[in-house]
């Protein structure tokens, strides 16, 4: 399996940029990174993916690095709302399409 | 947009009874997904649907069955519920058969066997 290793937890002051790192060393070739996240009592909802380019949405930013060992999660300008727990995530299976939720970085978004 | 739907929210059963959960999803996605999620344990897939017409067990698919009515609705029923079914169950579904496409999921149903 390829599996992810990201820090419990973090805080970010509102209005600054929270950058979210998540190490996946063993992630294969044709592998995505995907990143959730989980706001309390709320489905998992879909941030953003990338496979070893930079990636940018109204949401946030992904940073791949070069080997694809590692990814930040970037919220340009971190809010209130953002409060959640932050998944990455590199699906396993291409016949089930199965994704591996970690533990994943609680992130607090303080005022 | 609706995007994936879920109902019920919430439902209470005792042990031994059945029912079926029902999930839609608008966004004319070929695959759709069933997990459940407990304290501790992270999502874990019961059963998964690759295209209309075809289902597959995921990695807990025992005490579930799936239907995959169309393209738009995948069910996921509780013949004989049982404690251990006490879970917060989410519904997925993304584009293309598999591949790199994300999933979209629901806000899901909060089950609880007496």
């Known amino acids: 399996d390829a599996k992810t290793t990201q820090p419990p937890s973090m805080d970010c002051a509102e209005g600054r940029a929270a950058n979210l790192p998540c190490n996946h060393s063993?992630?294969?070739?044709?592998?995505?990174v995907y990143w959730y996240r989980q706001i309390h009592s709320q489905g998992p909802q879909y941030i953003i993916h990338g496979l070893k380019n930079n990636e940018t949405n109204e949401m946030a930013s992904l940073i791949i690095t070069e080997d694809r060992k590692s990814s930040t999660l970037i919220l340009p300008h971190a809010t209130l709302r953002d409060t959640a727990v932050y998944y990455c995530?590199?699906?396993?299976?291409?016949?089930?399409?199965?994704?591996?939720f970690g533990q994943g970085t609680t992130l607090q978004v303080k005022p | 947009n609706a995007g994936v739907t879920q109902t019920p929210k919430f439902q209470v059963l005792k042990t031994g009874q059945s029912m079926t959960l029902q999930c839609a999803q608008d966004?004319?996605?070929?695959?759709m997904y069933w997990y459940r999620q407990d304290p501790g344990m992270g999502l874990r897939l019961i059963y998964y649907?690759?295209?209309?017409?075809?289902?597959d067990k995921g990695e807990v698919p025992n005490g579930y069955n799936v239907s995959r009515l169309n393209k738009r609705e995948f069910s996921l029923r509780l013949e004989s519920a049982a404690p251990s079914q006490t879970s917060v169950y989410f519904c997925?579904?993304?584009?293309?058969?598999?591949?790199?496409?994300?999933?979209?999921f629901g806000d899901g149903t909060r089950l609880s066997i007496l």
């Open positions: 649907s690759a295209s209309e017409g075809t289902t």
């Open positions: 966004m004319n996605h070929n695959s």
């Open positions: 995530i590199v699906r396993v299976s291409r016949n089930t399409g199965k994704l591996i």
């Open positions: 063993t992630i294969s070739g044709n592998e995505y």
């Open positions: 997925a579904s993304s584009d293309s058969g598999i591949g790199n496409q994300p999933q979209h």
